[in-house]
């Protein structure tokens, strides 16, 4: 087994008494992609933002690196993981080349050809170079996903979380994202990403962890997760799983109710 790169244990958050992750037991290895799933509401953003450090746990710990997360400074989390969230607000008008930029605030000893360099390949892997004159703000919600996603790839961290990645983007674009995300576990790193297309995960994922009102309820290979007396009962909704015809991995099938 790979290196565990960032790790929860017995991760719980409360707000007002209502309870949005219990007992998140939860690893991330070097060189995989995970996929965490399950219906809107089950705490799966919330359990990103625990590992992200953007949240603070009121039982259990987040490790990243070996270290408790809550010891790590700031600058040096920056350095250690990158977060995409679901939807990213810009107050100003940022050109996309500035935005994408921001991902290299963390390395300030970098050259600014070093610099240059990673945005310019974090934009090409993301599809957006054609905007990078362009305002933020006047980009389609697609192509504001794609610009986020460069910045978080220019950031060049060990440890990569996504929320919804996908969720906005067309076909091409998101067999293009997840491809990369695919990419980045090739070279070693960790990715963990909030994905609604059961599908996409199937196709992409090492290993899925579903959760379920607050709770994950199930984590491990994906092939073995993904059933459909499982999914059925967590989504509320009966499905069928059978063998996808065309590549190595399970096809889920939403059925009449």
Do not use: W
């Not at 070093?114 to 310019?120: C, F, I, S």
């Not at 073995?224 to 190595?248: K, N, T, W």
Request: hydrophobic share 45%; with cysteine; glycine share 8%.
């Amino acid at each position: 087994m790979s290196r565990v790169l960032l790790s929860s244990v017995g991760t719980t958050y409360a707000v007002d008494g209502a309870v949005l992750v219990e007992e998140a037991d939860l690893s991330l290895h070097a060189g995989e992609v995970v996929a965490l799933v399950g219906p809107n509401g089950a705490g799966k953003t919330t359990l990103l933002r625990l590992l992200a450090g953007d949240l603070t746990p009121g039982h259990g710990e987040v490790r990243i690196d070996g270290r408790r997360l809550a010891s790590v400074r700031p600058r040096d989390l920056a350095r250690l993981r990158a977060m995409l969230p679901h939807h990213t607000v810009l107050q100003f008008a940022f050109r996309v080349l500035d935005v994408v930029m921001m991902g290299r605030y963390p390395h300030r000893e970098a050259t600014r050809s070093e610099d240059e360099a990673a945005v310019a390949s974090a934009m090409a892997a993301a599809d957006v170079g054609f905007l990078a004159e362009r305002l933020f703000t006047t980009l389609s919600g697609g192509e504001q996903a794609r610009s986020s996603l460069a910045r978080v790839l220019a950031q060049e961290t060990p440890v990569v979380l996504l929320d919804e990645p996908s969720a906005s983007l067309d076909i091409r674009h998101q067999e293009l994202v997840m491809g990369v995300l695919r990419g980045l576990a090739a070279g070693g790193a960790g990715v963990l990403t909030v994905l609604h297309d059961l599908n996409l995960a199937a196709r992409h994922a090492d290993r899925v962890g579903v959760m379920d009102r607050a709770r994950l309820v199930e984590v491990g290979p994906t092939a073995e997760v993904l059933r459909a007396d499982l999914l059925s009962a967590v989504y509320g909704h009966p499905v069928a799983v059978v063998p996808h015809p065309y590549a190595d991995c399970p096809l889920v099938l939403p059925l009449s109710p």
